[in-house]
């Protein structure tokens, strides 16, 4: 059980740090680095998966010091593997003992393969294919490869550079594997519909009612953020189909107009769930979400979302729903508390995540923070640390570094035993002495993001005489879990629009996880494609929240009434969003399918102002020009709402269905997130860009004290003026003080 609590963190992590442009180097699997053959008729399927996809997109390089590495792969809960292979394209020396070194894999702990290195292989990159044990492979599979080399000496250096062996990012890991068909039991949920064996991208089928009214697609939304939430980084895509097929598991919701085989509408008693396999292929499945109104359907998810992990049978019925209360800002699950300190065993992901050894000298934790978290003139987050080491024997180099985003912090040296007090020692691991230690200091605030990695890297130098030194035990590091890191001393204050706070992290409609405070506009009467843009900004919500957004509002734009003080997101193309113009929003861009225009970048727009003469006119259209043209244009803008100050609003438009679509697919590409920032990002083609114009605004609050603070150093001149004002008021007062003295001494009093 522990084994496999560690190998699903291990993949959840490894793939976490590709999500966030905090970490570009980790970019999205591509078709390429993650391809299925086609299914044949008894249902066998290949999967090909790249070192990139199992989370080590730069390689692998292993040397005498770091031996091993571990990689993060999964077998479905309605599959098992019947063949694998690994196709390691790799590069190693010459100069060592071939006939003495070996590549060793481990599946599960257990070896599952070898291979021994040729001589006239070395110096050049080529191929090495070693089939694998199927029978090893298990729901949660850890894949460890392991580098026994060694060469001519006296005595072996671990340190000495022949050993070495580079594994390229293009090799690769063959899974044939075979369907198995799981009982018609919800208990099983989410999967097979989302299994979270599987590290790949989740794409779900979802069949719709022929009403597509407001009700029926915020039900069907809520089921997609649940997917979406529980898929987080392998994110989630959804599509909207008429009828299910035989290749796909597909969700249908249903008001009667779709039954499992042999039920009618008399059958339907109230809001229901059911579970069945295709008739076909019994290993594909169908849940229905059924509902005889529009109230019982959105009943029957709720149910769903809600308690899913309470189901089991092949059918249940929603009795009753209770939402409870609203949502707090800023307490969504994948938020690290920012109200109070938190301690690092909040964060862990695997029971073992903050323990180092040699072969693995790095503990990692995985921060995701409001965006809109506000540092200024120094103000930093406090970081208790408490940490114990296998103590060196003399004081040496071994140094223990705390970096956040690549950026180095701090760094402590690791006293030896005889500098520390006896009563501080701790657990002794391996006959080797432990010594705890405890540090107090503080992460520079302007380091930290909306997401960003912690890491923790003891660096143990080897002990002993000239060249055979090297330790007979490993040395051994941990952080403490109950170390603590307080972000409550930084307000919520950021300017707006941000598109890279939302495209990061649906700011601002992320402040309230259930989206109680989120509307979505979409076009009268919206065809497919807006459905199916809905859905997965839907499902985009839950995997940043980590919860459904169960109080979102849907509207259609003939509703635009019902906004009131919410922060709205607005989907269509541009023909379908006339209604933006006729509600005067102040859009940064005006896009259409045959003209555009945008307003000058605000500092053009600044200077221009400033340098005008009193008696030149001022021209309205300075700085813009209009634009006739018939490309495509995708777009994503942010301003602030018509209906109610200091809200947000924002549209996902384009020119045409195709530039539309671009736009909507840039939020769930990595390499385009990392572009998409300002106010305005276009999309044409693979090109993406993105600008600050127009007007803007600011959400969340500060203290009066720092508000005085920030406005004497943007204007240095109301430091002099403030100065002088103050010293004449003291000496107003000094002098009226006097003169009422003086007055009372010349009287005698």
Request: net charge neutral.
């Amino acid at each position: 059980m522990f084994k496999k609590s560690l190998t699903v963190a291990s993949m959840f992590w490894l793939a976490l740090t590709s999500v966030h442009a905090q970490a570009p180097e980790l970019s999205q699997p591509t078709a390429a680095q993650q391809a299925a053959a086609p299914v044949t008729a008894s249902g066998l399927k290949s999967r090909v998966l790249t070192l990139a996809a199992m989370g080590q997109p730069n390689g692998i390089k292993l040397t005498g010091l770091v031996k091993s590495v571990n990689l993060s792969t999964g077998v479905r809960l309605d599959e098992f593997i019947t063949s694998a292979k690994l196709d390691l394209k790799a590069i190693y020396p010459p100069g060592m003992r071939h006939d003495q070194s070996f590549i060793r894999v481990y599946v599960n702990d257990q070896l599952a393969g070898m291979a021994q290195l040729k001589k006239e292989d070395a110096g050049a990159l080529h191929d090495m294919q070693i089939d694998l044990n199927p029978n090893l492979f298990s729901d949660f599979t850890n894949l460890r490869i392991e580098y026994d080399g060694t060469y001519d000496a006296q005595c072996v250096s671990q340190e000495n550079p022949t050993l070495r062996f580079d594994i390229s990012p293009d090799s690769t890991l063959t899974l044939v594997s075979k369907p198995l068909t799981l009982v018609n039991d919800l208990a099983l949920l989410p999967a097979p519909f989302f299994d979270p064996r599987d590290n790949s991208k989740l794409n779900l089928q979802v069949v719709l009612p022929a009403s597509h009214s407001a009700q029926v697609l915020k039900a069907a939304g809520i089921l997609t953020s649940w997917f979406g939430a529980q898929a987080f980084y392998r994110q989630a895509e959804f599509h909207v189909v008429s009828a299910p097929d035989d290749d796909h598991n597909t969700v249908i919701l249903s008001l009667g107009d779709q039954l499992p085989q042999g039920q009618t509408k008399a059958d339907i008693r109230g809001p229901t769930l059911e579970i069945e396999a295709d008739p076909v292929k019994p290993w594909i499945k169908r849940l229905y979400v059924i509902g005889r109104n529009e109230d019982e359907l959105t009943q029957a998810v709720l149910g769903l979302v809600l308690e899913a992990q309470t189901l089991s049978g092949q059918k249940a019925e929603v009795k009753k729903v209770d939402l409870g209360p609203n949502r707090k800002p800023y307490d969504a699950p994948r938020y690290v508390p920012t109200s109070r300190p938190v301690r690092f065993a909040e964060l862990m992901d695997y029971p073992r995540q903050l323990e180092v050894s040699s072969d693995n000298p790095t503990a990692t934790l995985n921060l995701r923070l409001p965006p809109d978290l506000f540092s200024w003139a120094g103000k930093n987050i406090p970081m208790s640390l408490k940490y114990r080491y296998t103590a060196p024997s003399r004081w040496n180099d071994s140094l223990l570094n705390i970096e956040i985003n690549n950026n180095l912090i701090q760094s402590f040296r690791l006293p030896p035993r005889e500098s520390q007090n006896q009563n501080r020692l701790g657990l002794n691991l391996l006959g080797q002495t432990e010594l705890a230690q405890e540090e107090s200091f503080q992460i520079p605030a302007f380091r930290v993001g909306g997401s960003n990695q912690l890491s923790f890297g003891f660096a143990f130098m080897p002990e002993g005489e000239k060249n055979c030194s090297g330790t007979t035990l490993p040395a051994r590091g941990s952080i403490d879990p109950e170390s603590t890191l307080d972000f409550s001393d930084l307000p919520h204050y950021t300017p707006m629009p941000n598109l890279t706070a939302f495209a990061n992290g649906g700011y601002p409609f992320t402040i309230y996880a259930d989206l109680s405070h989120t509307a979505v506009v979409l076009p009268v009467q919206p065809n497919t494609q807006e459905v199916n843009g809905f859905l997965n900004v839907m499902g985009l919500f839950g995997q940043w929240t980590g919860l459904p957004g169960t109080r979102v509002t849907v509207l259609f734009s003939d509703q635009l009434g019902q906004i009131q003080n919410k922060d709205w997101l607005a989907l269509g193309t541009t023909d379908r969003m006339g209604w933006l113009d006729k509600s005067k929003q102040s859009l940064p861009m005006v896009l259409t399918s045959m003209l555009r225009t945008m307003n000058a970048p605000l500092p053009i727009r600044w200077f221009d102002q400033f340098s005008k003469s009193r008696n030149r006119p001022n021209n309205p259209e300075q700085g813009r020009a209009l634009i006739e043209a018939k490309g495509e244009l995708g777009a994503i803008m942010g301003f602030e709402s018509s209906f109610a100050a200091k809200h947000a609003g924002l549209v996902i438009t384009g020119t045409d269905s195709t530039s539309f679509e671009r736009a909507l697919g840039g939020l769930s590409n990595y390499d385009d997130v990392a572009k998409i920032r300002g106010n305005v990002t276009l999309f044409r083609g693979e090109q993406v860009e993105s600008f600050n114009l127009g007007h803007s605004y600011v959400s969340g609050n500060l203290p009066w004290w720092l508000r005085v603070r920030i406005a004497f150093s943007e204007y240095p001149a109301l430091i002099a003026v403030t100065g002088a004002v103050a010293g004449i008021l003291i000496a107003v007062l000094l002098f009226g003080w006097l003169s009422k003295r003086a007055s009372r001494r010349m009287q005698g009093k």
